[in-house]
């Protein structure tokens, strides 16, 4: 392949981008969920005909790195024909946890696929034994929600959306919002639509074939940054060693050499009992986001793309909880494999490369509801320290990149007051550096409901480096009617009465170096 020259292919670059951005846009004003419009737990991309990422709006990397995956898999399911819209939750086949859609739309230009614009948006309620679709004591895939496996939501032009009704309606826990889901379904074909017209406007301008070749260009280009960090890094062969809070092992070594680097879980733990199974499409989520992190001086910047991961032999055996190796029939519980595990997964990469000290390393999931309604939301915590600067306080890292809910909106549409939303000072661990605060959130329920939290560094701190401390371990209690106090464990749920409180106090951030 002719190599581009930089400013044609950083001009398509921004194209694409451009097409990402607007996608989400567009999924944002015509969704109607709290979830989307308020939270923007959503993310939109751009994949070329082999479904592998090109491009990506600045949404969440636990969605967009698992993207591919999914795309792939579900072409080993069904045929991609001009006219289809295809829908699956399913994590056998890419996905990352039932609440997480995903929309995939062919974009074919005379018959010929030129690629694919695909959204994936987080449901804050699609069935399961409880309110949120966040069981925190599941076991099976089934118990956390309705279960979509590929299929066609638009089959050559004509709508097959009473298949999708039925789906949600049925089963033993079907959805308890299911107008939310339709229409926050809908929007999301909306965003592919307009990501789909804008590539074919730029194939109509530049041709096909100029729109194929810049998307292999930028795959090719991020595969040689890559390869050239890796070498300015040397040789490495580094290992590291993280616990889940209920002692379950996360083990990586990572060998770089010659521009290359070999990252293997091999040790990591069994299949797990419980939801914090993570599928092979949230640990390739979970690596590519932090490739990305070593790539983060280049200029001009990389897009998130399936380039950085040529130079990467990723071994995620079978039979662990990173990668269950369950028939799509028999999949284990996943959903705190999505949100919890793969910040986990990140805090141990991260760690074997030593380029900082741990963040919060959970996305503090609270979800409440009852059989009317379900809402779900992840709060901030502490940013880990680096060599270079403090980490900072009350704010998403890594894996996700969601705002939180606006009291006013919350309190408005929820039956809940939020009662504090504050800097939980002193959190952060020491050090040359310190790492950043956690958070203090406390909700007082206004009727009953069921209440879920899925958490980590519960039990442990963040972890410090180069001799920094550890930040503070998060908590949560319920405040009862009678004035006792119940402590929840890391993954846990409880019913709360009209009137009584739950106070969440996330993790701080680890610190970097001795402090003077």
């Given at each position: 392949m002719t190599v581009a020259d930089p400013v044609t292919l950083e001009l398509f670059t921004n194209r694409f981008r451009a097409i990402a951005g607007e996608m989400g846009e567009m999924l944002r004003r015509t969704a109607i969920s709290t979830n989307i419009r308020e939270r923007l737990d959503y993310s939109c991309a751009l994949l070329d005909a082999d479904g592998e990422l090109v491009v990506n709006a600045p949404h969440i990397p636990v969605h967009l790195g698992a993207m591919a995956l999914c795309v792939q898999k579900a072409r080993e399911a069904l045929e991609y024909r001009p006219g289809d819209v295809v829908i699956t939750n399913h994590p056998a086949y890419g996905g990352s946890h039932l609440p997480d859609v995903t929309v995939i739309t062919p974009v074919f230009?005379?018959?010929?696929?030129?690629?694919?614009?695909?959204?994936?948006?987080?449901?804050?309620?699609?069935?399961?034994?409880?309110?949120?679709?966040?069981?925190?004591?599941?076991?099976?895939?089934?118990?956390?929600?309705?279960?979509?496996?590929?299929?066609?939501?638009?089959?050559?032009?004509?709508?097959?959306?009473?298949?999708?009704?039925?789906?949600?309606?049925?089963?033993?826990?079907?959805?308890?919002?299911?107008?939310?889901?339709?229409?926050?379904?809908?929007?999301?074909?909306?965003?592919?639509?307009?990501?789909?017209?804008?590539?074919?406007?730029?194939?109509?301008?530049?041709?096909a074939e100029t729109v194929a070749e810049m998307m292999q260009q930028l795959k090719l280009r991020a595969e040689e940054r890559m390869r050239s960090v890796l070498s300015q890094l040397g040789d490495i062969d580094s290992e590291a060693e993280e616990f889940m809070d209920d002692g379950t092992p996360i083990r990586v070594r990572l060998t770089v050499h010659d521009g290359a680097v070999r990252v293997d879980f091999t040790g990591s733990g069994d299949v797990h009992p419980g939801n914090l199974n993570a599928g092979p499409a949230i640990v390739h989520a979970a690596v590519i986001y932090v490739l990305r992190l070593l790539a983060d001086n280049e200029r001009p910047p990389l897009p998130l793309n399936s380039g950085l991961m040529r130079a990467v032999d990723l071994v995620v055996p079978e039979g662990t909880f990173l990668n269950p190796g369950r028939a799509a029939s028999d999949y284990p519980a996943v959903v705190g494999g999505n949100i919890e595990t793969s910040q986990r997964v990140t805090g141990t990469l991260i760690r074997a490369l030593g380029i900082a000290a741990s963040s919060a390393g959970t996305m503090n999931n609270v979800l409440f509801g009852n059989e009317r309604f379900g809402y779900y939301e992840t709060v901030c915590g502490g940013s880990g320290a680096t060599a270079t600067a403090n980490g900072a306080s009350a704010v998403h890292t890594h894996m996700t990149n969601t705002r939180i809910t606006d009291p006013e909106v919350m309190e408005h549409r929820y039956p809940v007051r939020v009662e504090e939303f504050s800097i939980r000072r002193n959190s952060g661990g020491a050090g040359l550096h310190h790492g950043g605060d956690g958070v203090v959130r406390r909700l007082r329920f206004l009727e009953p409901m069921s209440l879920s939290v899925l958490s980590q560094h519960r039990v442990q701190g963040p972890f410090g480096i180069s001799g920094g401390e550890s930040g503070v371990p998060g908590r949560q209690t319920i405040i009862r009617k009678d004035g006792s106090v119940e402590t929840l464990r890391p993954v846990d749920g409880r019913d709360v009465e009209a009137g009584e409180t739950f106070i969440l106090e996330t993790p701080g951030g680890g610190g970097f170096g001795k402090a003077n």
């Open positions: 230009v005379d018959e010929r696929l030129l690629g694919f614009t695909a959204s994936r948006a987080h449901h804050a309620e699609i069935g399961g034994r409880r309110p949120g679709s966040m069981p925190p004591d599941a076991t099976r895939l089934v118990e956390e929600g309705v279960i979509i496996p590929p299929m066609y939501l638009v089959e050559r032009g004509a709508g097959r959306w009473e298949n999708l009704t039925s789906i949600l309606t049925t089963g033993d826990w079907p959805t308890r919002s299911i107008d939310d889901n339709v229409a926050d379904i809908r929007a999301a074909v909306a965003a592919n639509r307009q990501g789909a017209k804008g590539l074919c406007r730029l194939a109509e301008t530049y041709s």
